[in-house]
Every structure is written in C-alpha cells, then in structure tokens.
C-alpha cells in the first residue's frame, strides 16, 4: 500500500508572491485614502471660498466631502481585509494547500465598486 504523500511545502517564491499581492493592496488602500481626503479637503476649500465670496455660485458642495470621507473608508476597509487574507493565505501555504484557483473576490468587489465610485464621479461632474 502506498502511505499516504505529506503535503507539498510551499517554496519562497509562493511567500514571495504572496508578500507582493499584499504590498499591491496596501498601496490600492493608500491612493484610495490619500485621494479621498483631496476629495474631501477639496470640498471643504469649495465652502471656504463659498463663504469669503459670497457672489460666487450658491451650489452646496458637500457631495465631495461625504464621497471622499468614504473613500477614505473603502481605503481602511481595503486595508483591514487585505490584512486579513493575506495572513489567512500564508497559513495556507504553510499547510501545504494548492487549491488557488479561483478568481479573488476581493479584487472583483473593489473594482466594481471604484467603476461605480467613477460612473457617479464623471456625472456629478457632468451635471454641474
């Protein structure tokens, strides 16, 4: 009878590999927080002037503020979960597993939601 094989051990390049997915989500994180708080600053400059130019347009501008407040978010939620599958994907590896076949749910959700962060961008900025 032949005994059963002991898991395949993942190489340094599978951890590599890992690490630079990780890295590459963190830095998503990062230009989403750092673009939402010039989003936000931005809306707050708009009040500002508003309100030292008091013949400028009367048009509220708290749309900004709000979409980059939660773009901040998304940048922080991105973050957190990142963190989250990347340790759960180094366990894994250390287990030996090799089902990594399927497509990352993570990268599909966040792009959905940013091509909707954009659509709305691009209509806000049409409307006005």
Do not use: C
């Amino acid at each position: 009878m032949d005994s059963p094989q002991p898991p395949e051990r993942a190489s340094v390049r599978d951890f590599l590999a890992a690490e630079q997915s990780f890295l590459a989500w963190i830095r998503t994180g990062l230009a989403l927080m750092g673009f939402g708080f010039v989003v936000a600053r931005f809306g707050l400059f708009l009040q500002e002037l508003r309100l030292a130019e008091p013949q400028l347009s009367n048009r509220s501008h708290g749309v900004s503020i709000w979409s980059g407040t939660a773009m901040i978010g998304l940048g922080v939620a991105i973050n957190i979960v990142s963190s989250w599958r990347h340790i759960q994907l180094v366990r894994q590896l250390n287990r030996g597993a090799t089902d990594f076949n399927k497509p990352s749910t993570m990268g599909l959700t966040v792009a959905l939601i940013l091509a909707v962060v954009g659509l709305a961008m691009a209509a806000y900025l049409i409307s006005f």
